[in-house]
């Protein structure tokens, strides 16, 4: 089993739709989780840090399940700009930052 | 303040050659991480270096990859020699601190192609 799986899509969705993305991770000692975003041909860059309390940025929501193993990202009111592959992030902690990547969810957000 | 920066951007190489990549990261930040994505794949993690020491280098596929980080500033990543299936995009990031919270910024990656 993977360390943290995701549905690769293409998830394909008018602009002003609602999507959600939900990754889950394998180690449940895992310390911290992060939504990275990754434009074509790009670097991932941070998106956002998912707590247990949920987190809300804009448009964007994320939330994480512990006791599940795993995490989510909801996009509202998609925009074409959003349109990008959607990086899982889990860092196993453990006194040393290493991260693990999920797959990527590729986004397509249609006119 | 300049970000991970990463040379060279884009590199083709024929196999059997040596290609060497370097990472600056961000000033004063002790992590330093080389990932890897190869097509159609996942990124995945290759080593990490706190300051000048190798903290875990299990992800290096092979010994034909050897990585260093003299000093504690910038890094090199040297695949001698390049076999076809290197080819990819390297990944350098860095982050500050120990906390497993802290952020981990990525370069533009280095984009190789072994022919």
């Known amino acids: 089993r993977k360390e943290v799986e995701q549905d690769p899509g293409p998830f394909n969705v008018p602009e002003g739709a609602t999507v959600a993305f939900n990754c889950t991770y394998s180690?449940?000692?895992?310390?911290?989780f992060f939504w990275y975003r990754q434009d074509c041909r790009k670097e991932p860059k941070l998106l956002m840090s998912?707590?247990?309390s949920g987190n809300e940025d804009g448009r964007f929501t994320a939330q994480l399940n512990r006791a599940s193993q795993y995490i989510s990202l909801l996009i509202r009111d998609s925009k074409l700009s959003d349109s990008a592959t959607y990086l899982c992030?889990?860092?196993?902690?453990?006194?040393?930052?290493?991260?693990?990547f999920g797959t990527g969810t590729k986004l397509q957000v249609i006119p | 303040e300049a970000g991970v920066t990463q040379f060279p951007s884009h590199s083709v190489i024929e196999k059997g050659q040596t290609v060497t990549l370097r990472c600056d990261p961000i000033?004063?930040?002790?992590?330093l991480y080389w990932y890897r994505r190869v097509m159609g794949k996942e990124i995945k993690f290759l080593l990490h270096?706190?300051?000048?020491?190798?903290?875990?280098e299990s992800g290096m596929p092979n010994n034909r990859f050897l990585a260093e980080r003299t000093g504690g500033t910038y890094s090199t990543l040297k695949v001698q020699p390049a076999e076809l299936e290197d080819s990819g995009v390297y990944f350098c990031?860095?982050?500050?601190?120990?906390?497993?919270?802290?952020?981990?910024?990525f370069g533009e990656g280095s984009w190789l192609t072994v022919v």
């Open positions: 990031a860095s982050s500050q601190g120990l906390i497993s919270g802290n952020t981990i910024y």
């Open positions: 180690n449940s000692a895992s310390q911290s």
């Open positions: 000033s004063g930040h002790d992590n």
């Open positions: 270096f706190v300051k000048e020491s190798k903290q875990d």
């Open positions: 998912v707590y247990s």
């Open positions: 992030v889990v860092n196993r902690g453990g006194g040393y930052q290493k991260v693990t």
